[in-house]
T-cell receptor
Framework: KQEVTQIPAALSVPEGENLVLNCSFT??????LQWFRQDPGKGLTSLLL?????REQTSGRLNASLDKSSGRSTLYIAASQPGDSATYLC??????????FGTGTRLKVLA | GAVVSQHPSRVICKSGTSVKIECRSL??????MFWYRQFPKQSLMLMAT?????????EQGVEKDKFLINHASLTLSTLTVTSAHPEDSSFYIC?????????????FGPGTRLTVL
């Protein structure tokens, strides 16, 4: 059974810091891995999707990597800003119908 | 990216009433849509898979008679919470994969906040 864990559960950093969010999954047989952002009381915004054949994806200040063999993905945020404050969720897609979501990391960037 | 909408965004109802939530794919067709439930400060839990033209598939522990799902067309799925009780208060989110990207990337609606008094 696929399980997805995110560490840390919460993170508070000063503005301008580079930071890394971690996502671990127990079953390496995934089709893709997707990172989302969720603002309080809102839905999910897709940030990056990494297919199983890829190692990383980049979008602006965000970079996500995938290491299937070790069951890990990281989301790197460069030069963090207060507007980056949100909950970040990763989700593993095993190739069937169901996405398995991680527990989330609540990020707060202090001005 | 593809756009998924939900209506209403927020609903407050009395205990015992039924509430219908709509999920629409605005610029693509979706033969499959997913309904999730999210409790405060927790992650998303898949409730059911909505299939156009056939019955929904429910996850273990989800009462199909309480959470009625109808996938009326290739762009619309509805979730009806029947005889709602305070414990049904939650954030409900739908998603749909956009097959055009070839990656099964999921696009999520903005969510519906249900409060049952």
């Amino acid at each position: 059974k696929q399980e997805v864990t995110q560490i840390p559960a919460a993170l508070s950093v000063p503005e301008g810091e580079n930071l890394v969010l971690n996502c671990s999954f127990t079953d390496s047989a995934i089709y893709n891995l997707q990172w989302f952002r969720q603002d309080p009381g809102k839905g999910l915004t897709s940030l990056l999707l990494i297919q199983s054949s890829q190692r990383e994806q980049t979008s602006g200040r965000l970079n996500a990597s995938l290491d299937k063999s070790s069951g890990r993905s990281t989301l790197y945020i460069a030069a963090s800003q207060p507007g980056d404050s949100a909950t970040y969720l990763c989700a593993a897609y095993p190739g069937t119908y169901k996405y398995i979501f991680g527990t989330g990391t609540r990020l707060k960037v202090l001005a | 990216g593809a756009v998924v909408s939900q209506h209403p965004s927020r609903v407050i109802c009395k205990s015992g009433t039924s509430v219908k939530i709509e999920c629409r794919s605005l610029d693509f067709q979706a033969t499959t849509m997913f309904w999730y439930r999210q409790f405060p400060k927790q992650s998303l839990m898949l409730m059911a898979t909505s299939n156009e033209g056939s019955k929904a598939t429910y996850e273990q522990g989800v009462e199909k008679d309480k959470f009625l799902i109808n996938h009326a067309s290739l762009t619309l799925s509805t979730l009806t919470v029947t005889s709602a009780h305070p414990e049904d208060s939650s954030f409900y989110i739908c998603s749909a994969p956009s097959g055009t990207s070839g990656t099964n990337e999921q696009f999520f609606g903005p969510g519906t906040r249900l409060t049952v008094l």
